[in-house]
Nanobody
Framework: QVQLVESGGGLVQAGGSLRLSCAAS????????MGWFRQAPGKEREFVAA????????YYPESVKGRFTISRDTGKNTVYLQMNSLKPEDTAVYYC??????????????????WGQGTQVTVSS
């Protein structure tokens, strides 16, 4: 049974940084795409970043490019999301997700098979 457990959320001032972690278990993630999404109240789930577990290719939307960095530690089975220069509009629940790797549609939440429970990130102005 695949489990994804996020941690590292919290309250931070605008301009600050947070690092989220996603501990993955239950299978070998070689050949998988690991993603981060976020959802603010009243809004749809939004793609934040993704990484190919095996090859390390990364994907970002323009809204976070240059501020957020996704990485993975294959030895620890953990995916990270380093978030710098945070803005109040980054406030949301952040979710870790996983699916088998293919390069298309990586930003579409419906294509992911496994999800964590989410961690709250609040950025104050």
């Amino acid at each position: 049974q695949v489990q994804l457990v996020e941690s590292g959320g919290g309250l931070v001032q605008a301009g600050g940084s947070l690092r989220l972690s996603c501990a993955a278990s239950g299978r070998t993630f070689s050949g998988y795409l690991m993603g981060w999404f976020r959802q603010a109240p009243g809004k749809e789930r939004e793609f934040v970043a993704a990484i190919n577990w095996s090859g390390g290719s990364t994907y970002y939307p323009e809204s976070v490019k240059g501020r957020f960095t996704i990485s993975r530690d294959t030895g620890k089975n953990t995916v990270y999301l380093q978030m710098n220069s945070l803005k109040p509009e980054d406030t949301a629940v952040y979710y870790c997700a996983a699916r088998r790797y293919y390069s298309s549609n990586y930003a579409q939440a419906r294509t992911y098979d496994y999800w964590g429970q989410g961690t709250q990130v609040t950025v104050s102005s």
